[in-house]
């Protein structure tokens, strides 16, 4: 029996912060796409690092009887845009506020190192008039893009 080339295989991005047990059934559901049965750390390795952008990376085994070849799928950064706006009241203090965007941030992309103030986030605005505080993506931040409100009401 010869050997199915996984080359052509193509997978959906991950995402900044995905668990390597979802990382692993995206490539196994992917492999099984071409042929059933085959195994990681038996017919294939999967090298990943979510905790930044970078790749996914397959590669067939040398002793798999089942499966040749490689690919790879980019690993994106995690858009600030799928969080939902917040909203507080204009006595709200600074200091909670920064707090519940560090919270917030760091439950919905969990990666080690965690997001950083600054260096991968930059805070607009404050809380002293009702309008609005943005959270957005330092351009050279490695995990996060876009940005998110915190609504300050009366």
């Known amino acids: 029996m010869s ?4 080359s052509q295989i193509t997978l959906e991005e991950f995402t900044v912060g995905d668990s390597k ?14 042929i059933a049965g085959t195994k990681v750390d038996v017919d294939y390795e999967v090298i990943s ?10 590669t067939s085994l040398p002793e798999s009887t089942k499966i040749t070849g490689q690919f790879q799928t980019n690993i994106k950064k995690f ?7 917040i909203y507080m009241d204009t006595d709200t203090p600074m200091y909670v506020i920064y707090d ?14 965690k997001a950083q103030a600054y260096t991968d986030y930059i805070v ?3 809380s002293s008039a009702a309008g609005s505080i943005t959270i957005k993506a330092n ?8 940005e998110f409100d915190i609504i300050i009401r009366d």
């Open 100 to 113: 519940l965007i560090k919270t917030t941030i760091r439950k919905r992309v969990p990666t080690t190192p």
């Open 21 to 34: 047990t979802l990382v692993l059934q995206r490539v196994k559901e992917g492999i099984d796409t071409k």
């Open 49 to 58: 690092e979510t905790n930044y952008t970078s790749y996914v990376y397959v």
């Open 3 to 6: 050997k199915v080339d996984i």
């Open 139 to 146: 351009p050279q931040s490695l995990i996060l893009t876009g």
């Open 124 to 126: 607009q605005g404050d």
């Open 79 to 85: 858009d600030l845009g799928n969080i939902d706006n």
